[in-house]
């Protein structure tokens, strides 16, 4: 579960950026301020400005790579961009997508936009907490965010080859691990044949996904 003094979804976090309750059910007309908000935060994410993530997962950005896009794309995604065309702003989608506070006090800084009230302010300049552990954890979210997307595709990838992957090694950060065991241990958590797969490390076998390139095999 994310942690709600951290963690906001945009939903919430544009209500509260104008100073306004979230209300229960979803208004036939949402405030002019809470729809600049939203937008704003859309095209945050689509700029890679913000990052935004589902409750266990962090999004990535389908504009970003042809390969992480085929991948990526899902329907959230989808609805995400065509809901920001049409400026059609629905509670349901917006209320599972996930906005971090540093990251967005971060944005904000850089931008120069004022952060919202509620969640607290910076100084022009200061250093917000993203250490080493908290990379880690951003990096931790990323690698099993694409492990589960590779496993929904091809169950069958041991987590040794997914851990050295092309993808994990680069578009999940892994690279920069003290070793592949950190990343074989982040991955565990989502592997969906946990327990079931034989000790050891196994031979090199033909995925759906090519693995050490990119793309499909």
């Known amino acids: 579960m994310l942690n709600r003094n951290e963690f906001r979804t945009i939903w919430e976090l544009a209500f509260r950026w104008e100073g306004l309750e979230p209300p229960e059910q979803e208004p036939s007309e949402l405030p002019e301020g809470v729809t600049d908000k939203i937008d704003k ?7 890679e400005r913000l990052p935004l993530r589902h409750p266990s997962t962090l999004l990535a950005n389908p504009d970003r790579d042809s390969a992480i896009e085929l991948l990526f794309i899902d329907r959230t995604l989808f609805r995400l961009r065509r809901c920001q065309k049409r400026k059609d ?40 907490p993203v250490g080493r552990h908290f990379q880690e954890e951003i990096d931790k979210n990323r690698c099993q965010a694409i492990a589960q997307t590779l496993w ?39 592997d969906p044949k ?24």
């Not at 935060?41 to 700029?47: G, K, L, Q, S």
């Not at 327990?195 to 390139?213: K, M, Q």
Request: charged share 30%.
């Open 89 to 128: 702003f629905r509670q349901k989608l917006l209320d599972q997508l996930y906005v971090m506070r540093p990251e967005l006090l971060d944005w904000c800084d850089k931008d120069r936009i004022d952060p919202p009230a509620f969640w607290g302010s910076i100084e022009r300049g200061s250093k917000l």
């Open 41 to 47: 935060i859309i095209w945050a994410f689509r700029r």
């Open 194 to 217: 946990k327990g079931e797969r034989r000790p050891g490390r196994p031979a090199r076998t033909r995925y759906l996904i090519d693995l050490e390139n990119g793309g499909l095999a």
């Open 152 to 190: 929904d595709i091809d169950p069958s990838i041991h987590p040794a080859h997914m851990a050295e992957s092309k993808y994990l090694q680069q578009y999940g950060n892994g690279a920069q691990c003290r070793d592949e065991a950190t990343v074989k241990r982040w991955i565990a958590d989502v």
